[in-house]
């Protein structure tokens, strides 16, 4: 009945976020329609819809959309090198978690966007100090994981495996990684979003290319309608990212099912 009950639940939540989306679109549509709002500040819906198709096929685009989902790649790589080996060695000791876990966690709660500063004294203005930044955000939420999913496995497992003769090799392929995988893909999934709103938001600051460059400097030409055009576009590539996070995490758990 749980795994009837599952894709239902899954289906109603997708349809209270499509209303949602409706709904805003709708707003958006009626306020501006109806003058409300200056069009300065909230330019016309279909206008911007209007704009999107030749901010797509512009070459501007293309080199801003490489760059930022350049320096979310190599931030999320990082991050989660990073993160899974300190999570695992920190995980596996409860001596550890005690001492580090506490502090990871102290660390995670200051905004690290605070230092972007110091990111660029030390990486420059370039996609450097954005991979820095994203990995650096991106590695909590990836190492919490991780330390929770292997200091979470069933000891009793753990003691099965070895007393009917696994190798160490067996046992982290056939007890520890199916066990700490659902939280540690949570980390993952959770450590691209925020890697890419890292490197979003500091592209924001001091940049030379990417997403959220062009859109500060659309804002400072006024020329909010391809502005928004960036706005909304960013939102359906976080989307998919998301999506393609979630698909890589239930593949990832089938297999390991499989096996």
Not at 15 to 33: D, E, I, S
Not at 77 to 94: I, M
Not at 208 to 235: H, K, N, Q
Request: aromatic fraction near 8%; proline fraction near 5%; charged fraction near 10%.
């Amino acid at each position: 009945m749980n795994d009837a009950a599952a894709p239902a639940g899954n289906g109603q939540g997708r349809l209270v976020q499509l209303l949602f989306y409706v709904a805003v679109l709708a707003g958006w549509y009626a306020v501006t329609r109806a003058g409300l709002v200056n069009p300065i500040v909230l330019p016309p819906l279909d206008k911007v819809l209007a704009a999107i198709p030749g901010v797509v096929a512009s070459a501007q685009f293309g080199a801003d959309l490489a760059t930022t989902l350049f320096e979310v790649f190599c931030a999320f790589v990082l991050a989660a090198v990073a993160g899974l080996l300190v999570g695992y060695v920190v995980g596996r000791s409860p001596r550890r978690i005690a001492e580090y876990e506490p502090l990871l966690s102290a660390v995670y709660a200051v905004p690290l966007v605070l230092f972007f500063p110091l990111f660029v004294l030390f990486f420059g203005l370039g996609i450097a100090s954005k991979v820095a930044i994203g990995a650096a955000i991106a590695f909590f939420p990836i190492v919490l994981n991780t330390i929770a999913g292997f200091a979470n496995v069933n000891p009793v497992h753990l003691a099965a495996a070895r007393l009917m003769g696994a190798s160490p090799g067996q046992i982290m392929r056939h007890v520890m990684v199916p066990s700490a995988l659902p939280v540690v893909t949570t980390g993952l999934r959770m450590g691209l979003i925020v890697a890419l709103l890292g490197c979003l938001g500091t592209e924001t600051i001091a940049a030379t290319g990417g997403l959220g460059y062009r859109m500060v400097a659309l804002a400072e030409l006024m020329d909010t309608v391809e502005e928004y055009a960036y706005i909304v576009l960013i939102i359906v590539i976080a989307a998919l990212l998301n999506a393609l996070a979630g698909w890589a995490e239930a593949r990832a758990h089938r297999l390991m099912g499989a096996r």
